[in-house]
């Protein structure tokens, strides 16, 4: 496992009693990259996804994230990480304020210091207006940017994002990206699971996940050179094709 | 479902006694007196649960919350009615549920009425016995003093077991739960920190129905308020967990929702001696009912509030309100570790 890696991963297996899952998958990922982590649904991306975020013990193999160990050091991991789902996962019933204070609390920021970063994120995001608002009036986009804003409050070396951008319009999605490259350039390690292959375009690297293994793993020009096909949907259909 | 409710209803609302247990107290212990008592355990209605020596056994035999009635006979018995042809009998009933001690003292008055009609055919002097009724506990039958110890358990395991479940598993819903896993905060606390404001309200609750029954009904606090206090917090405990337990298998609010009515409101409401006595009820539902909390607590509730009863005579009870906590959270915490894996 190199020194450089903040995500390595060797054999990581996880099966659910005779259905395995995950199979033997291995990557390493290097600091401030974009990792694109795609396959169709059910092919084990959330389950390897949730063995790296401390939420699922794997059957077998080895994996550190920002050098803790799966295994033993899920409360570490678990500090050292940022998470969002597919659902946004912010309180409806709670403003925008309100969600930014709990959930910096819930990572143990300081009151100051969450006063600093609900200024800063209101600012950013240009919600002033919508400071007070409870969440679930937000337009979708918002709710995406601010629940992406808030999985970084504490500043983590990785973030996780698990299908950001289900459900949204392309103009929002592209902006979205905008804020995954400026984390990035913040040398933040974005994890990223999606099926929409466009957005693997904007991937550092991308693997490709085909019943629990990982069939392709390259920077995504490298793939289509490989392929010899134009764009990355092209590449994903000829990877999951043997499979369907 | 529906099935499972009408056998439910149908069979749990009886309004007949079937073996109520009773207990005498024999100062005459002659031949009339063995006859009455012969006459009303052989009725189906009563079972003898014991024969007391001296009255200073009735209050404790009440106590232990086994027996419906005394009846006493005064010394003598027989030989008044001879004499006389008059008698005393007193029939003192445990009215903490007013019903069924009306009920009680209902058929055991018309048994002794029917001996005492046997017995004046054909005499030219009519045979007189004389019951002397006393409602223990309860002495105007006030039916409130039924329904507040029933009232108080249903409101605690209303907001205390179906809230917590509802907002846990609306978290589920919502994907916020995942996320506080994913956080430093670990499962423990995050059960805790949901769990703690329902107890804080339940708490609330209960006061509110203790001194709305005190002031307002007029139900005295006969035992101690601190031990009340302490075992409703105990029966609190108990519900929040089952709340958890029901949060643990449900993924949803309306399973979690269902869970809760379905199989908790109803046959807490039903089985657990709130309106309908457990005793009256066929075997297989009283078998049932020992597995519902709310039967103990209420329980519990009538001995302190109404029989000022000290904790020695409802340990039992506590211990398995203790008991099914334990049970509850080993199993949610099992449950809770499967999902994590």
Known sequence: ?244 | MPVAQVLLFGFAITNEIRDAKIAILDFAKDNTTREISNKILSSGYFMLYENLQSPSDIEPAFRKGKIKEVIIFEPDFGANLERDGKANVQLVADASDPNFANMVIGYTTSIIADYQSELSKGKTLPASINPEIKMLYNPNLKSVFMFVPGLMSVILLLVSAMMTSISITKEKELGTMEVLLVSPLNPFQIIVGKVIPYLLLSLVNTATVLVMSKFVFRVPIVGSLPLLIAESTLFLITALSLGILISTISNNQQTAMMISLGALMLPTIILSGYIFPVENMPLILQWISNIIPARWYIRIVKGIMLKGVSFNYIWMETLILLGMTVFFIAVSIKKFKIRLE
């Open chain 1, 1 to 244: 496992m190199g020194e450089n890696h903040i995500i390595s991963v060797k054999d990581l297996t996880k099966k659910f009693g005779s259905f395995t899952a995950v199979d033997k998958i291995t990557f390493d990922v290097r600091p401030g990259e974009i990792f694109g982590f795609l396959g169709a649904n059910g092919a084990g991306k959330t389950t390897a996804m949730r063995m790296l975020c401390g939420l699922s013990i794997p059957t077998s193999g080895k994996a550190t994230v920002a050098g803790f160990d799966v295994y033993r050091q899920t409360e570490s991991i678990k500090k050292n990480i940022g998470y969002m789902s597919q659902k946004f996962s912010l309180y409806e019933d709670l403003t925008v304020k309100e969600n930014i204070d709990f959930y910096g609390g819930v990572y143990g920021l300081s009151r100051e210091r969450r006063k600093e970063k609900t200024e800063f994120l209101i600012d950013l995001l240009k919600i002033e207006e919508a400071r007070n608002k409870l969440i679930k009036s937000l337009p979708l986009g918002w709710k995406q940017k601010l629940a992406f804003s808030i999985a970084i409050i504490h500043e983590p070396k990785i973030v996780f994002l698990d299908e950001p951008t289900g459900g949204v319009d392309p103009i929002t999605r592209r902006q979205f990206w905008d804020m995954i490259y400026e984390a990035a350039d913040r040398n933040v390690t974005v994890f990223v699971t999606t099926h929409y292959m466009d957005e693997a375009e904007y991937c550092s690297r991308v693997s490709m996940m085909v019943d629990g293994r990982i069939a392709a793993l390259d920077k995504p020009e490298k793939l289509k050179e490989q392929f010899g096909v134009g764009t990355m949907h092209e590449v994903f259909v000829k990877l999951a094709r043997p499979a369907a």
